[in-house]
Nanobody, 126 residues
Framework: QVQLVESGGGLVQAGGSLRLSCAAS????????MGWYRQAPGKQRELVAN???????VYADSVKGRFTISRDNAKNTVYLEMNRLNDEDSGVYYC????????????????????WGQGTQVTVSS
Protein backbone atom coordinates (compact mmCIF):
# COMPACT_ATOMS: atom_id res chain seq x y z
CA GLN A 1 0.00 0.00 0.00
CA VAL A 2 2.17 2.81 1.33
CA GLN A 3 5.77 2.64 2.47
CA LEU A 4 7.88 5.30 4.18
CA VAL A 5 11.65 5.45 3.90
CA GLU A 6 13.69 7.85 6.02
CA SER A 7 17.19 9.07 5.32
CA GLY A 8 19.64 11.69 6.53
CA GLY A 9 20.40 10.57 10.05
CA GLY A 10 23.92 10.31 11.40
CA LEU A 11 26.46 11.55 13.91
CA VAL A 12 26.84 15.29 14.43
CA GLN A 13 28.54 17.50 16.98
CA ALA A 14 26.51 19.59 19.35
CA GLY A 15 25.53 22.85 17.69
CA GLY A 16 25.56 21.26 14.26
CA SER A 17 22.79 20.59 11.77
CA LEU A 18 21.17 17.65 9.99
CA ARG A 19 18.42 17.31 7.45
CA LEU A 20 16.14 14.30 7.49
CA SER A 21 14.02 13.19 4.56
CA CYS A 22 11.10 10.78 4.40
CA ALA A 23 9.66 9.64 1.10
CA ALA A 24 6.31 7.90 0.85
CA SER A 25 5.77 5.47 -2.00
CA UNK A 26 2.96 3.25 -3.21
CA UNK A 27 -0.37 3.79 -4.87
CA UNK A 28 -0.96 7.03 -3.02
CA UNK A 29 -3.98 9.18 -3.61
CA UNK A 30 -3.40 11.71 -0.83
CA UNK A 31 -1.73 12.14 2.54
CA UNK A 32 -3.13 14.55 5.10
CA UNK A 33 -0.41 14.73 7.73
CA MET A 34 3.26 13.86 7.69
CA GLY A 35 5.45 14.17 10.71
CA TRP A 36 8.48 13.21 12.69
CA TYR A 37 8.67 11.46 16.03
CA ARG A 38 11.73 10.44 18.01
CA GLN A 39 12.56 7.92 20.66
CA ALA A 40 15.57 8.03 22.94
CA PRO A 41 16.73 4.94 24.85
CA GLY A 42 14.48 4.25 27.82
CA LYS A 43 11.99 6.94 26.79
CA GLN A 44 8.66 6.96 25.05
CA ARG A 45 8.33 7.99 21.45
CA GLU A 46 7.47 11.67 21.25
CA LEU A 47 6.25 14.07 18.63
CA VAL A 48 8.87 16.33 17.11
CA ALA A 49 6.92 18.06 14.36
CA ASN A 50 3.91 17.57 12.11
CA UNK A 51 2.84 19.23 8.91
CA UNK A 52 -0.60 18.95 7.38
CA UNK A 53 -1.96 19.77 3.98
CA UNK A 54 -1.55 23.46 3.51
CA UNK A 55 0.85 25.18 5.86
CA UNK A 56 -0.37 24.02 9.26
CA UNK A 57 2.64 22.99 11.33
CA VAL A 58 3.00 21.74 14.89
CA TYR A 59 6.27 21.59 16.82
CA ALA A 60 7.31 20.19 20.17
CA ASP A 61 8.29 23.01 22.51
CA SER A 62 11.80 21.61 22.80
CA VAL A 63 12.50 22.11 19.08
CA LYS A 64 10.68 25.34 18.33
CA GLY A 65 12.99 27.84 16.72
CA ARG A 66 15.59 25.18 15.91
CA PHE A 67 13.78 22.66 13.70
CA THR A 68 11.78 23.30 10.56
CA ILE A 69 9.42 20.82 8.94
CA SER A 70 8.44 21.08 5.30
CA ARG A 71 6.95 18.87 2.63
CA ASP A 72 6.90 18.44 -1.10
CA ASN A 73 3.43 17.18 -1.94
CA ALA A 74 4.36 16.34 -5.52
CA LYS A 75 7.04 13.98 -4.21
CA ASN A 76 5.11 12.81 -1.12
CA THR A 77 8.19 13.71 0.86
CA VAL A 78 8.60 15.40 4.22
CA TYR A 79 11.78 17.03 5.48
CA LEU A 80 13.07 17.99 8.88
CA GLU A 81 15.78 20.62 9.04
CA MET A 82 17.46 20.40 12.44
CA ASN A 83 19.74 23.18 13.65
CA ARG A 84 21.61 23.89 16.89
CA LEU A 85 21.41 20.24 17.84
CA ASN A 86 22.12 19.17 21.39
CA ASP A 87 22.53 15.80 23.06
CA GLU A 88 18.87 15.72 24.06
CA ASP A 89 18.01 15.55 20.37
CA SER A 90 19.69 12.14 20.04
CA GLY A 91 17.47 9.20 19.28
CA VAL A 92 15.80 7.26 16.54
CA TYR A 93 13.69 9.51 14.36
CA TYR A 94 10.58 8.00 12.81
CA CYS A 95 8.48 9.36 10.00
CA UNK A 96 4.72 9.01 10.19
CA UNK A 97 2.00 9.55 7.62
CA UNK A 98 -1.60 9.96 8.70
CA UNK A 99 -4.84 10.42 6.84
CA UNK A 100 -3.49 8.31 4.01
CA UNK A 101 -5.68 7.42 1.05
CA UNK A 102 -4.46 5.01 -1.59
CA UNK A 103 -5.70 3.19 -4.67
CA UNK A 104 -6.51 -0.44 -4.03
CA UNK A 105 -5.83 -3.17 -6.57
CA UNK A 106 -9.43 -2.85 -7.73
CA UNK A 107 -9.04 0.86 -8.34
CA UNK A 108 -11.06 2.07 -5.38
CA UNK A 109 -9.69 4.66 -2.98
CA UNK A 110 -9.11 3.20 0.46
CA UNK A 111 -8.03 4.69 3.77
CA UNK A 112 -4.88 3.29 5.36
CA UNK A 113 -3.95 3.10 8.99
CA UNK A 114 -1.18 5.42 10.11
CA UNK A 115 2.05 4.50 8.36
CA TRP A 116 5.48 4.50 9.99
CA GLY A 117 8.98 4.40 8.60
CA GLN A 118 11.72 2.15 9.91
CA GLY A 119 13.53 4.98 11.68
CA THR A 120 16.86 6.71 11.28
CA GLN A 121 19.40 7.22 14.05
CA VAL A 122 20.49 10.71 15.06
CA THR A 123 23.38 10.96 17.48
CA VAL A 124 24.58 14.29 18.82
CA SER A 125 27.97 14.27 20.47
CA SER A 126 28.84 16.89 23.05
Amino acid sequence: QVQLVESGGGLVQAGGSLRLSCAASGTIFSINGMGWYRQAPGKQRELVANIFTGTNRVYADSVKGRFTISRDNAKNTVYLEMNRLNDEDSGVYYCKASGVHYYSSTGYIRTADDCWGQGTQVTVSS
